[in-house]
């Protein structure tokens, strides 16, 4: 059983450029989390979705970044006109239930912006 | 608002050490505790939980209680080996409100030497 995909594992963008994350859930899960991680610091939540939703996007900073999970096909983050802050590591999580203690972690993409 | 404090690393232990990693917490309703550990180059896989007052989570020789009175849910091994070398989450989700978002602390990163 394949766990959490990520694609790309490393992404390098100029700043002003488009970054575009791509996030597969375990089979049978519905319920995806997009988190940040900044150098030496923790998780920060971004955004909840469930198919074709979004259930929670507090984390979320109001411009330049969307998220969508569609009916077919992975969950994306898009970070439009990237800059140089935007560097960090960004995992998705999925689950089956809303219950995020049985969260599933991805390997995560490492966005680098030059 | 919810947050959780972990001691600052690295910590470095020799084999067969004993390990402590410190974790208090602060949050207005009655959280869940988590351990989350990642590997280097990989994403968080939850290590152990507990959901109420002296509650002991464990998994894989490692454990923590959960302590309300002082606040702390303190990580524990009695004898690390190298394969432990990784970094260590502490995290709560504080479901009052219906919330489910969990808050991370910073991270602590464990170096075993041979």
């Known amino acids: 059983n394949a766990g959490v995909m990520q694609n790309p594992r490393h992404l390098v963008r100029r700043r002003g450029q488009e970054a575009r994350l791509r996030c597969s859930p375990m089979k049978g899960h519905s319920h995806v989390y997009w988190y940040r991680q900044l150098p030496e610091e923790g998780l920060k939540f971004m955004v909840y979705?469930?198919?074709?939703?979004?259930?929670?996007e507090s984390g979320m900073p109001k411009e330049r970044f969307s998220a969508e999970f569609p009916k077919e096909g992975p969950s994306i983050l898009r970070i439009q006109q990237v800059v140089r802050g935007d560097s960090a590591a960004y995992f998705c999580a999925s689950s089956p239930l809303s219950f995020w203690d049985e969260q599933y972690f991805g390997p995560g993409t490492r966005l680098t912006v030059t | 608002g919810d947050s959780v404090t972990q001691m600052e690393g690295p910590v470095t232990l020799s084999e067969e050490a004993f390990l402590t990693i410190n974790c208090t917490y602060t949050?207005?309703?009655?959280?869940?505790l988590f351990w989350y550990v990642q590997y280097p180059g990989e994403g968080l896989q939850l290590l152990l939980k507990?959901?109420?007052?002296?509650d002991k989570g464990s998994n894989k020789g490692f454990e923590a209680t959960y302590r309300k009175e002082t606040t702390s849910f303190h990580l524990e091994k009695g004898s690390v080996q190298v394969s432990d070398s990784a970094v260590y989450f502490c995290?709560?989700?504080?479901?009052?409100?219906?919330?489910?978002?969990?808050?991370f602390g910073r991270g602590t990163s464990l170096i075993v030497h041979p």
């Open positions: 995290a709560l989700s504080d479901r009052s409100g219906g919330s489910y978002i969990p808050t």
């Open positions: 949050a207005t309703g009655y959280p869940s």
């Open positions: 507990a959901t109420k007052a002296d």
């Open positions: 979705l469930q198919k074709e939703n979004i259930i929670d």
